[in-house]
């Protein structure tokens, strides 16, 4: 999976996350498996204080291969089809992935 490939929310959510590098994306709408981001989610940046700040990934670089954290989050998503979720970034990937479900859902 190629970032210059994928729909134009995936790649705004590739964005964020790179650029956040530490945080969390919270509330984020899914719809038909993609982020929606009307209503926008809140971003949460969490900054340790006694290490250098972390690199911020080339804009220039588009058409670079996405790791497969990348891949395995918009998997998930798309199996998700509809709802809201929470998406927490280590090193400027996605590491965990908390979805709002209803109890009917889980029966």
Do not use: W
């Not at 891949?71 to 998930?76: K, V």
Request: net charge negative; charged share 30%.
């Amino acid at each position: 999976m190629r970032k210059s490939s994928v729909n134009p929310t995936q790649r705004q959510t590739v964005e964020i996350i790179e650029a956040l590098g530490f945080g969390v994306i919270e509330r984020l709408s899914i719809r038909g498996g993609l982020p929606c981001y009307e209503p926008e989610p809140r971003i949460v940046q969490t900054i340790k204080l006694d290490s250098d700040p972390e690199r911020q990934p080339d804009d220039v670089h588009t058409n670079l291969t996405l790791k497969k954290e990348f891949e395995t989050l918009f998997d998930q998503l798309s199996r998700l089809g509809d709802g809201t979720v929470d998406i927490e970034v280590r090193h400027s990937l996605p590491f965990r992935l908390v979805v709002e479900r209803r109890v009917e859902a889980l029966r």
